[in-house]
């Protein structure tokens, strides 16, 4: 079965603070994409980023940056110096091999970054 | 080149009425999927196009949701008739299939009162 978890229902930071959210998945697919996306107040879904399970190498974008690490499990995204543009519901998702590209997602973290 | 496009972008109906959401995936895409978030809960998958032809429709709800992809190119999710529960984001994504990317539509958001 597949499955994502992620722990963090809702999490508040004052700006310019470092935020961590943590995301850990369940696949027995050996071939399997890993997705960020961002859902801000307005409603539309904003892609972040597509890790796909044989590149473990982390990644960096501007203030955003993502820790892959198949041992356990776990794509956790964090950002640096968080702004009040980065309020918004955030999602970790997986889709595999065998699942026909159908994209499953985790139940979201809300983040609210306070001015 | 267009991205997935969904029509209304919002829509606010009465409970018992009957609303029709459309979208047109990237072209090309064979592979077309229904998701939906509602009352602020996980976005849920509703159901998986191939072409024509319904490949997986495990997530839909009940049967006052009706999908359809005549022609195998833009998709129709009509409820009827629409409950209070239904309101929420419906997003609408598509791909080539092959275990490719899925792209996703900005979302109609359904207001029912």
């Known amino acids: 079965a597949q499955k994502v978890t992620q722990a963090q229902t809702e999490i508040s930071v004052v700006e310019k603070e470092d935020v961590t959210l943590d995301c850990v998945y369940e696949?027995?697919?050996?071939?399997?994409?890993l997705f960020w996306y961002k859902q801000p107040p307005s409603g539309e879904l904003v892609f972040l980023i597509r890790?796909?399970?044989?590149?473990?190498q982390n990644e960096i974008s501007g203030r955003y940056s993502w820790n892959f690490q198949k041992s356990t499990s776990s794509f956790n995204f964090t950002i640096t110096a968080s702004q009040v543009v980065d309020s918004a519901v955030y999602f970790c998702?997986?889709?595999?091999?065998?699942?026909?590209?159908?994209?499953?997602f985790g139940p979201g973290t809300s983040l609210s970054v306070i001015p | 080149e267009a991205g997935v496009t969904q029509f209304p972008s919002h829509s606010v109906i009465e409970k018992g009425q009957t609303v029709t959401l459309r979208c047109d995936p990237i072209?090309?895409?064979?592979?077309l999927y229904w998701y939906r978030r509602v009352m602020g809960k996980e976005i849920k998958f509703l159901l998986h196009?191939?072409?024509?032809?319904?490949?997986?429709e495990s997530g839909m709800p009940n049967n006052r949701f009706l999908a359809e992809r005549t022609g195998g190119t833009y998709s129709t999710l009509k409820v009827q008739p629409a409950e209070l529960e239904d309101s929420g984001v419906y997003f609408c994504?598509?791909?080539?299939?092959?275990?490719?990317?899925?792209?996703f539509g900005q979302g109609t958001r359904l207001t029912v009162v």
């Open positions: 994504a598509s791909s080539l299939g092959g275990h490719t990317e899925a792209f």
């Open positions: 696949t027995r697919d050996t071939t399997y994409y």
């Open positions: 890790r796909n399970s044989f590149d473990e």
């Open positions: 998702a997986l889709s595999t091999e065998t699942s026909y590209d159908k994209v499953i």
């Open positions: 072209s090309g895409h064979d592979n």
């Open positions: 196009f191939v072409k024509e032809s319904k490949q997986d």
